[in-house]
């Protein structure tokens, strides 16, 4: 198959993706503690991190300011400035008996292990996976991944807004969520398809 140009993804149907209510912001600790014994029963979740952006040349990024863990039916959110009500989220990300898939980890894995001490373990790189499965030359990302498969164009409007904010707005919300969302949709495809 062939990599999908930007002009072909601008014209494809918008991906509507995880619907509102079946996205779940953790904010408590009775909130954590029921999102983390569900994640617990899962071997295979999609996974990101948004942190705010940096504009300014030399600026360090405080991120992440929210993680995205996400089922096949729900995706829970957990902005990191509730970080004392889910610290047991650790044993989720550093669990080598889940896998997490996302892409562009290594961001995430460095910026989780400098601000909270969390080991990402047993994860998987997109990117590389759809590279190789769709036979394309260049990595590729999530929009480019889900025009590939689903035939569907991925909004990145959210992308750079403020995620250090609380509470996210819908767009916000639905944007993180989709983007870990998809993430665990590829993986499921691509295991489908390979056999």
């Given at each position: ?29 009775a909130d954590a503690i029921s999102a983390i014994a569900e994640l617990r029963t899962h071997f295979c979740l999609g ?46 990300l550093s669990d080598p008996t889940i896998k997490k898939v996302g892409f562009g980890l290594k961001e995430d894995k ?50 750079q807004s403020n995620w250090s904010i609380f509470p996210l707005h819908e767009h916000q919300k639905k944007y993180a ?19």
């Amino acid at each position: 198959m062939k990599r999908p140009t930007k002009e072909q993804i601008r014209d494809l149907p918008i991906y509507e993706g995880i619907s509102l209510e079946n996205i779940i912001v953790v904010i408590n600790k009775a909130d954590a503690i029921s999102a983390i014994a569900e994640l617990r029963t899962h071997f295979c979740l999609g996974f990101d991190t948004e942190s705010k952006p940096c504009f300014i040349k030399g600026e360090v990024s405080d991120g992440p300011h929210l993680i995205q863990i996400a089922t096949k039916s729900k995706v829970f959110l957990f902005p990191t400035k509730f970080y004392e009500h889910f610290t047991a989220i650790a044993d989720i990300l550093s669990d080598p008996t889940i896998k997490k898939v996302g892409f562009g980890l290594k961001e995430d894995k460095k910026s989780l292990f400098r601000k909270f001490g969390i080991k990402l373990v047993n994860t998987e790189e997109l990117s590389a996976t759809v590279m190789r499965f769709m036979q394309v030359k260049q990595r590729v990302g999530a929009r480019v991944a889900v025009a590939m498969f689903f035939e569907r164009r991925l909004s990145k409007s959210a992308q750079q807004s403020n995620w250090s904010i609380f509470p996210l707005h819908e767009h916000q919300k639905k944007y993180a969520a989709n983007d870990a969302h998809t993430s665990l949709l590829i993986e499921l495809e691509i295991e489908r398809l390979s056999h």
